[in-house]
């Protein structure tokens, strides 16, 4: 997306493709708790065939059936969501890299479907079921995009300041650490390792625990990747405040209370065995986490000017933006 074309005025049609945008979004957040609850309470394979179930487009809602089915219909909703954003786009849009980042949307949606289809029907493999989750993960961040790229603030924040905090780096990073997070999570919870060190904060009793199963390493590598993302939100929190505009203070102490459930959920996770909705949440507070990062380093990008060195007649490096 351009850094500098600015959003045509804000008639009535361009606020309701914003909102649309944004709906699009929370139900996709919606979805992605729907298919953490899918996973938690061991559901995948409740509706064993695909795109019907059992058969039928509306098979009787009990059990895993609930979840599985539950599941798809959520999908579904998202699906035609997107489908309509997109063609409305394509339709009223005037900036072409925002009409392609529509159809980009509504590839990732097909996609992600598709996968969802081949989880089932190949029996939940490991690199399939990890690749559906992470697609998720990409999906939203497209509707972050698309969601903020149709805002009156898009239009309005050309790049006016000096990025003298570093906000924009240090969003970027965080956004590339979370999203890696996640990633990890998602062979852990898929690998069936979520109990394979089974206290907290240690680790059988120890700091560094003793490797010897690919699940135990899986999941310890979950842990370090805990600390390194409280790390980056920390390192993100001081720029943004060191920067004191409160478009990016506010979205920082979001990130930084999200980290902190997000911690808190996952130890919750494990000290109760991985028990349905603390588990489940854990999951919808990671995309919570990755689409505020996501958002900050887009902002960033929008309304910051990025510091570089440039040399000077004297031969001594001067900064220019």
């Known amino acids: 997306m351009s850094d500098t074309q600015p959003v045509p005025s804000r008639d009535p049609a361009a606020r309701w493709r914003h909102r649309w945008a944004a709906a699009t979004l929370a139900s996709t957040l919606l979805l992605i708790f729907a298919g953490g609850l899918v996973t938690s309470t061991d559901s995948a394979l409740a509706v064993p065939d695909w795109p019907l179930s059992y058969g039928m487009l509306m098979p009787p809602m009990v059990g895993g059936v609930f979840y599985e089915h539950g599941h798809r219909m959520i999908a579904s909703f998202v699906g035609l969501l997107t489908l309509i954003l997109a063609a409305w786009m394509a339709w009223q849009e005037p900036r072409p890299e925002i009409r392609r980042l529509g159809w980009i949307a509504l590839g990732a949606v097909c996609l992600q479907g598709l996968l969802g289809g081949l989880t089932v029907l190949f029996?939940?493999?490991?690199?399939?079921?990890?690749?559906?989750?992470?697609?998720?993960?990409?999906?939203?961040?497209?509707?972050?995009?698309?969601?903020?790229?149709?805002?009156?603030?898009?239009?309005?924040?050309?790049?006016?300041?000096?990025?003298?905090?570093?906000?924009?780096?240090?969003?970027?990073?965080?956004?590339?650490?979370?999203?890696?997070?996640?990633?990890?999570?998602?062979?852990?919870?898929?690998?069936?390792?979520?109990?394979?060190i089974p206290d907290f904060p240690l680790a059988f009793g120890r700091i560094v625990p003793s490797f010897q199963t690919p699940e135990i390493a899986i999941h310890f590598a979950h842990r370090l990747g805990a600390i390194v993302v409280m790390v980056l939100v920390a390192r993100l929190a001081v720029?943004?405040?060191?920067?004191?505009?409160?478009?990016?203070?506010?979205?920082?102490?979001?990130?930084?209370?999200?980290?902190?459930?997000?911690?808190?959920?996952?130890?919750?996770?494990?000290?109760?065995?991985?028990?349905?909705?603390?588990?489940?949440?854990?999951?919808?507070?990671?995309?919570?986490?990755?689409?505020?990062?996501?958002?900050?380093?887009?902002?960033?990008?929008?309304?910051l000017r990025r510091l570089s060195v440039a040399p000077v007649a004297s031969g001594a490096p001067a900064l220019a933006s």
């Open 123 to 196: 029996y939940t493999p490991l690199p399939i079921s990890v690749a559906h989750a992470c697609l998720a993960q990409t999906f939203l961040c497209i509707m972050v995009a698309l969601t903020y790229a149709t805002s009156r603030e898009w239009g309005e924040a050309a790049a006016s300041a000096d990025d003298v905090a570093g906000v924009r780096a240090a969003a970027a990073v965080t956004t590339a650490g979370v999203f890696a997070q996640l990633v990890i999570g998602a062979i852990m919870r898929h690998a069936e390792a979520g109990l394979a």
């Open 239 to 303: 720029r943004a405040g060191r920067s004191r505009d409160p478009r990016f203070r506010r979205p920082a102490r979001l990130l930084v209370l999200l980290t902190v459930l997000q911690v808190s959920l996952g130890a919750a996770a494990v000290l109760s065995g991985m028990a349905v909705y603390p588990t489940t949440t854990h999951v919808a507070v990671g995309a919570a986490l990755l689409a505020t990062s996501f958002f900050l380093a887009l902002r960033a990008r929008r309304v």
